[in-house]
């Protein structure tokens, strides 16, 4: 059961004259229960504090769904809330190197080319994930505690299917190879540098002038 107050799109049940039913065949159908399923499969392993990521990835599905069938919309108003689920499915598994579009198909009961229009925006689901696995293998770089990390055990870690793949990929997104990351930010805690963020090219250009100096 799930409170109306939790689902914005609540009160345009009451507008309409008869029970809204989806059957598991129809894209909304299809759509909801392939996330269901996918998350009874993972919640074995799924850390405790992504519980309610997912309850909101489930209920921002849901509602897009509701105001595209009730009030007559189009897909678009379904994109938004797809997309949102997408990403933390994505998220949860940037470790699998084989997270693809296809994956993503299956886990949501849509086409592969949906997908890539979902994506589209942010150069293609295949550049998304890349993405977000380079950041968080910078952020896992960047926060050494003093111990200078294994190249293959970061690449391993967040879904790279080789070694030599992650330093080619991390030097064109960052203008750096992993390992004057490690050094940079070694070389820098030593006079308490705060952390970096990958996301801020300012500071990945201090990191660039950082491992110069070492």
Not at 101 to 112: I, P, V
Not at 169 to 189: C, D, H, I, N, Y
Request: with cysteine; hydrophobic share 45%.
């Amino acid at each position: 059961m799930i409170p109306r107050a939790r689902l914005p799109s609540a009160a345009l049940l009451t507008q309409t004259s008869s029970a809204v039913v989806w059957t598991r065949d129809s894209t909304p159908g299809r759509l909801l229960s392939g996330l269901l399923l996918q998350a009874w499969s993972d919640l074995p392993t799924l850390p405790a504090g992504e519980g309610p990521l997912l309850a909101e990835a489930f209920l921002g599905l849901l509602d897009g769904i509701v105001r595209s069938e009730v009030a007559g919309g189009t897909d678009a108003v379904l994109d938004v809330p797809m997309v949102r689920a997408m990403r933390l499915f994505i998220e949860e598994r940037l470790e699998d190197a084989d997270l693809t579009a296809e994956a993503l198909a299956n886990a949501f009961g849509c086409s592969r080319a949906t997908v890539y229009r979902l994506f589209e925006p942010e150069g293609g689901v295949r550049s998304y994930i890349l993405g977000r696995r380079l950041s968080q293998s910078f952020r896992t770089l960047s926060q050494v505690n003093g111990a200078r990390p294994s190249i293959d055990v970061v690449a391993e870690r967040w879904g790279f299917r080789s070694t030599r793949q992650f330093r080619r990929a991390f030097s064109q997104r960052f203008g750096v190879a992993p390992t004057e990351v490690t050094e940079a930010v070694l070389s820098r805690s030593r006079d308490r540098v705060d952390q970096v963020d990958p996301d801020q090219a300012e500071q990945i250009r201090l990191l660039h002038s950082w491992a110069g100096v070492v």
